[in-house]
């Protein structure tokens, strides 16, 4: 049995959530990471949960699994929607995306 890496900023863990008010629908997120993203039938893009549902609730975050954190923090960074939010768990400060400092 394995045990799944988190994705981590300085040892802590992180996780990623999408802003669909401002989700464009281009699926950049979906071609970077298409395990952790991917496009409902609404056109917007969500993240993707335990068993691969798609999460649909507002805010809805999941863990960034260690061997993709770079595709998803260059999700981030590509999202033309500005709208792709990485933070670490603890405290929930976000390290990449449009409100990272
Ligand atoms: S890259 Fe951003 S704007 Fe484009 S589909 Fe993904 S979340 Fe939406």
Do not use: K, N
Request: with cysteine; glycine share 10%; proline share 7%.
């Amino acid at each position: 049995m394995s045990v799944q890496q988190e994705g981590t900023a300085g040892g802590e863990a992180l996780e990623v959530w999408i802003d669909q008010d401002l989700c464009t629908g281009d699926g950049i997120c979906v071609q970077y990471a298409p395990e952790v993203f991917e496009l409902d039938i609404d056109g917007l893009a969500y993240v993707r949960g335990e068993g691969e549902e798609l999460l649909r609730a507002p805010g809805a975050s999941v863990p960034v699994p260690l061997p993709l954190l770079s595709d998803v923090v260059d999700s981030a960074r590509e999202c033309p929607g500005e709208c792709i939010h990485v933070r670490r768990v603890s405290d929930r400060a976000e390290v990449y995306g449009p409100d990272a400092e």
